[in-house]
């Protein structure tokens, strides 16, 4: 219950082919869209994932039911020319989202 980690942890990286944002698959996933998306998700408590997201086209993205904690309490607009960071977690049975940044 207390481990001890010496060096650095690794996380998963996956690219997410599908829409499920799943976080067996690896803690930060990564999607470039290729038309408008309808994300799902199979989180449970205590679970979170990073999404970076490559929207150059500026597609429309559905969400699953995500109480954002960034942009006004809206889903985040999506950057047009590099990726954009979004945190997802889940906390006492609420899916809770946050726009980190843009990224490279």
Do not use: H
């Not at 960034?70 to 607009?77: F, K, L, R, W």
């Amino acid at each position: 219950t207390n481990p001890v980690i010496t060096g650095t942890i690794r996380e998963d990286n996956y690219s997410l082919a599908g829409t499920v944002i799943d976080p067996a698959n690896g803690s930060i996933q990564y999607k470039t869209l290729a038309s408008n998306t309808t994300f799902t998700e199979s989180l449970s408590d205590g679970d979170s994932v990073l999404l970076m997201i490559n929207d150059g086209t500026a597609y429309t993205i559905t969400w699953p039911t995500i109480t954002w904690l960034t942009d006004g309490a809206a889903a985040p607009t999506l950057n047009t020319t590099r990726y954009t960071a979004i945190l997802v977690f889940q906390m006492n049975t609420v899916l809770y989202g946050a726009r980190v940044g843009d990224g490279g």
